[in-house]
């Protein structure tokens, strides 16, 4: 059983930073694109940030500059550093990844985490 654990939200002020991790395990042969989506009270849920295997980063245009993407492959963790926060950035944040490759070439699709909380105060 493939799982997507999201860690790292909480309470901050406007111009502070969280930091926050999202570790995929079970039997996971290979992971391609991570996505990091956030979603506010009454809203869709929408794309902040993604990284592929290979390196390959994207941004929304509101979180440019402000927060920065990256993964760690050997351990199937990405973390999202978040610093200049503003209010509204406040939300549920919640891992995504496409595609995985697992045990018995398997792959599983379009999984998600349970969302980790960020709420920025003003």
């Known amino acids: 059983q493939v799982q997507l654990v999201e860690s790292g939200g909480g309470l901050v002020q406007a111009g502070g930073s969280l930091q926050l991790s999202c570790t995929a395990s079970?039997?996971?042969?290979?992971?391609?694109?991570m996505v990091w989506y956030r979603q506010a009270p009454a809203n869709k849920r929408d794309f902040v940030a993604s990284i592929t295997s290979g390196g390959g980063i994207k941004y929304a245009d509101s979180v440019k500059g402000r927060f920065t993407i990256s993964r760690d492959s050997a351990k199937n963790t990405m973390f999202l550093q978040m610093d200049s926060l503003k209010i509204e950035d406040t939300g549920g944040y919640y891992c995504?990844?496409?595609?995985?490759?697992?045990?018995?070439?398997?792959?599983?699709?379009?999984?998600w985490g349970q969302g980790t909380q960020v709420t920025v105060s003003s």
């Open positions: 995504n990844v496409p595609s995985m490759l697992v045990a018995r070439g398997i792959h599983e699709r379009d999984l």
């Open positions: 079970g039997s996971i042969l290979h992971i391609d694109a």
